[in-house]
C-alpha cells in the first residue's frame, strides 16, 4: 500500500505542472502598417505617450492571480546575420487579469496598471539606432509570462519584424508645377538626400505643345547644362543660365543628387517639373513661339544682337521670317524646325550665317 501511494503522489505532482501551465499563454502577434514608425515603438520606458503601435499580446492567466510580462528585443542590421541585444530583458511589476484574459498592446505598457519594474538595455546600440531615424534591419521580440516572483509560466514564439530601407527619393519643392515666375528670380529648392556631396541642375525649355518634359531635357539646347551647385537644397535658377531665357517660355526642370557609395556613387535624379516664365514685373503675357527662342539662342554672337534680343522676347513673330536654302528657296516652318534640331546638336556643322535684314 505504501507503495502505491507513493505513486499517486507522484503521478499528482507529475500532472499539477501541467495543468498549471495549459492555464496560461500568451499570444505575440505584430500589426501592419509599419513603413512610418520610428524607434520610439521600441522603447520601454514608463509614462512615455505617442509610442507607435505595432504588437499585441493576447494574455491567458487566471483571474485575479498576480503576474508580470517580461522579455527581450534584439536587432539584426542589414546585410549581417547575428542578432544584437538592445533589451537584454525587461520586466513589468505584478497586475491581475480581472476577466482571465486580456488584450494589451505595446503602446500601453509603461502606463495605467502595467509598468515596467526593470529594463535591462543597451544604450550604445539604441543610440546607433536613433542616429537612423527610421528602423531598418530585422528586429526580434521574445515575450514570457511570469508569476509574481518571476518564476517563468509561458513562452511566446519569438517574432521578428523587418524593415527594408525605403529608396531615397529626391523632389523638388519649387518651382511649383505649372506655376508662372518672373524670369530674374525663380528660386529652386529641393528636397536633401542622405549622402548626396553635390547636386547637378538641368533646365530645357519645351519646343512644342506635344513635347515630352523627357525628349526636352534629352534636348542638344539646355538653358542650364547640367551645372553643379555643390551640397545646397537651393539656387536662384535665374543666376546660373548658360543660355538666356525669356517671358512665354515652359521650363523643365531636373535635379540630380550625386550620392557616394561603391563603384564611385550614383546619381538620383527628382521627377521633371515644367513651370512658365513671366516678363519681369509682370503677372502674365503673349506666347512666345519656342522655335524662335531656340533660333535666337543658336545665332546669339553671330548676327546682330538686336535681331537676337527681339526674337528672344517675342517683338518678332514666325510669320515675319523668311528662310530660305542655298539656292533660294523657301523653306516650310516644319522644315526649318528640323534643321534647327540638327543644328542644336551639331552646331560643327554651320559654316556660315547670312543675315540680312528688311
Avoid at 501592419?32 to 507607435?52: E, K, V
Avoid at 533589451?87 to 503602446?107: C, E, K, Q, Y
Avoid at 515630352?212 to 542650364?224: K, Q, T, V
Wanted: glycine share 8%; hydrophobic share 40%; proline share 5%.
Amino acid at each position: 500500500m505504501r507503495r502505491i501511494s507513493f505513486f499517486f503522489i507522484f503521478a499528482a505532482l507529475l500532472i499539477l505542472p501541467q495543468s498549471l501551465t495549459a492555464q496560461y499563454s500568451l499570444n505575440l502577434t505584430v500589426l501592419g502598417g509599419l513603413n512610418t514608425i520610428d524607434f520610439a515603438a521600441f522603447t520601454f520606458t514608463n509614462d512615455l505617450s505617442g509610442t507607435p503601435r505595432i504588437f499585441q499580446m493576447d494574455i491567458v492567466a487566471p483571474a485575479g492571480k498576480k503576474i508580470v510580462i517580461g522579455g527581450n528585443l534584439s536587432w539584426q542590421k542589414d546585410g549581417q546575420s547575428g542578432f544584437i541585444p538592445i533589451v537584454n530583458s525587461f520586466f513589468t511589476r505584478p497586475f491581475t487579469l480581472s476577466t482571465g484574459n486580456r488584450t494589451i498592446f505595446n503602446d500601453q505598457l509603461g502606463g495605467g496598471d502595467i509598468l515596467f519594474d526593470q529594463v535591462d538595455g543597451n544604450q550604445n546600440i539604441a543610440d546607433e539606432i536613433l542616429k537612423k531615424g527610421k528602423p531598418s534591419g530585422v528586429y526580434r521580440i521574445q515575450l514570457y509570462l511570469f508569476d509574481d516572483r518571476r518564476v517563468k509560466l509561458y513562452s511566446s514564439s519569438p517574432v521578428d519584424i523587418s524593415f527594408l530601407n525605403p529608396a531615397p527619393t529626391l523632389s523638388i519643392l519649387n518651382p511649383r508645377e505649372n506655376n508662372s515666375y518672373d524670369v530674374g528670380n525663380v528660386q529652386a529648392q529641393w528636397t536633401p538626400v542622405l549622402g548626396a556631396t553635390n547636386y547637378i541642375i538641368r533646365a530645357c525649355a519645351l519646343q512644342n505643345a506635344f513635347q515630352s518634359p523627357e525628349e526636352a531635357l534629352s534636348s542638344g539646347s539646355p538653358l542650364i547644362n547640367d551645372k553643379n551647385v555643390g551640397k545646397v537644397e537651393t539656387v536662384n535658377l535665374s543666376s546660373i543660365l548658360d543660355r538666356q531665357w525669356v517671358g512665354g517660355q515652359k521650363i523643365v526642370l531636373l535635379v540630380t543628387a550625386f550620392v557616394t557609395g561603391p563603384g564611385g556613387g550614383s546619381k538620383l535624379p527628382s521627377p521633371p517639373v515644367i513651370f512658365r516664365l513671366n516678363e519681369s514685373g509682370s503677372s502674365a503675357r503673349a506666347e512666345i513661339n519656342p522655335d524662335l527662342v531656340r533660333l535666337g539662342n543658336l545665332l546669339s554672337g553671330k548676327v546682330s544682337q538686336d535681331f537676337v534680343t527681339k526674337l528672344l522676347s517675342g517683338q518678332i513673330p514666325a510669320d515675319e521670317i523668311k528662310i530660305t536654302d542655298d539656292k533660294n528657296k523657301s523653306l516650310s516652318f516644319s522644315e526649318f524646325q528640323s534643321i534647327l534640331a540638327f543644328w542644336e546638336l551639331h552646331r560643327e556643322s554651320i559654316i556660315s550665317i547670312n543675315y540680312l535684314a528688311k
